[in-house]
């Protein structure tokens, strides 16, 4: 069965420092995949994806994301985190064919001053 | 350009209502996806609509229904309400309907009391 499993429930990091959020997913085949982040009481915002190619992927905010097929995984990074990077990250795929867009259930990050 | 837009963005219901929630999506986009959101299931796909047609359904009872308009416009409809259904509603465009990136609005906030 299709499943994203983000295995970090909450994070807490100091302003500053650098970050790694867990994606592994599970998939027929490689899916295409991508990175939310939600604000409190706000909608979804694309950080970036991946579709094919370079498996090191850029995104919006300073965020990077490295795609490992061998490990069925999508890790997000940042080197030096905000405060304002504080919100809920969501790990999504979705298969080739078809837009049914499978979310992990989000790792909530708090940033410390 | 816009984004995606959703009215209203608060509904307070008692159960056995009915709701219609609205989508406009970015224009030119001709896909249309609904999303749920809740504390406990996480996020979950509830339908697809591309040029009018209901493209894929997620596992979610018949009281949830929706349609789309030759203007792309989606609404949705949730009818005799239950407790169970107070979450965040999300509409999400697409250019295409396979494998395309998907942009989300605010959600419309429902509760159900």
């Known amino acids: 069965a299709q499943s994203v499993t983000q295995p970090d429930i909450h994070i807490t990091v100091s302003e500053g420092a650098s970050l790694e959020l867990r994606c592994n997913y599970s998939y027929g085949a490689t899916p295409y995949l991508f990175w939310y982040v939600q604000s409190p009481g706000q909608g979804l915002q694309l950080l970036l994806k991946y579709f094919s190619g370079d498996t090191l992927v850029q995104g919006i905010k300073g965020f990077e994301a490295e795609f490992k097929r061998s490990q069925s995984s999508f890790n997000l990074r940042k080197p030096s985190v905000h405060w304002s990077d504080a919100a809920e990250y969501f790990c999504?795929?979705?298969?080739?064919?078809?837009?049914?867009?499978?979310f992990g259930a989000g790792t909530r990050l708090t940033v410390k001053p | 350009k816009a984004g995606v837009t959703q009215t209203p963005r608060y509904l307070i219901k008692t159960r056995g209502q009915q709701v219609t929630l609205s989508c406009s999506p970015i224009?030119?986009?001709?896909?249309v996806s609904w999303y749920q959101q809740t504390p406990g299931q996480g996020l979950q796909f509830l339908f697809e609509?591309?040029?009018?047609?209901?493209?894929n359904k997620g596992n979610f009872p018949g009281r949830f229904s929706g349609r789309q308009f030759s203007n792309s416009r989606s609404e949705m409809n949730v009818s005799t309400l239950e407790l169970g259904d107070s979450a965040l509603y999300l509409c999400?465009?697409?250019?295409?309907?396979?494998?395309?990136?998907?942009?989300f609005g605010p959600g419309t906030r429902l509760t159900v009391l």
């Open positions: 999400a465009s697409s250019a295409r309907v396979r494998s395309d990136t998907q942009y």
């Open positions: 609509y591309f040029s009018e047609t209901q493209r």
């Open positions: 224009s030119g986009h001709r896909s």
């Open positions: 999504a795929v979705v298969g080739y064919n078809n837009n049914d867009m499978r």
